[in-house]
């Protein structure tokens, strides 16, 4: 499976992007997809997953509210980030997989940039 991330770009505080993930290869609905971020300086970290077959889909705190992630097709995801903050300023990588330890597939990142 490939991941191809897009969607990623530079915005003020309080804007908004949509970032893309398609999935090439044999990936099936049952697969959970989703997005962790790096910031400069700091550990990649969880952001948000679509459900999948046994896990739920979930935010980390600091995107609840505000960013909204959807599956259209068993191979595509999508991560709406509404009320952008500087904070949110990093890569933003795509990753698929199954079961509780599906980040199994990774994208190459996408940079999102906020300024304030």
């Known amino acids: 499976v490939q991941l191809q991330a897009s969607g990623g770009g530079s915005v003020q505080a309080g804007g908004s992007l949509r970032l893309s993930c398609a999935a090439s290869?044999?990936?099936?609905?049952?697969?959970?997809m989703g997005w962790f971020r790096q910031a400069p300086g700091k550990e990649r970290e969880f952001v948000a997953n679509s459900p999948g077959s046994g896990i739920r889909i979930e935010y980390a705190n600091s995107v609840k509210g505000r960013f909204t992630i959807s599956r259209p097709s068993a191979n595509t995801v999508y991560l709406q980030m509404n009320n952008l903050k500087p904070e949110d300023t990093a890569i933003y990588y795509c990753a698929a997989g199954y079961g509780r330890s599906w980040s199994t597939f990774w994208g190459q990142g996408t940079l999102v940039t906020v300024s304030s």
């Open positions: 290869g044999r990936i099936f609905s049952s697969a959970v």
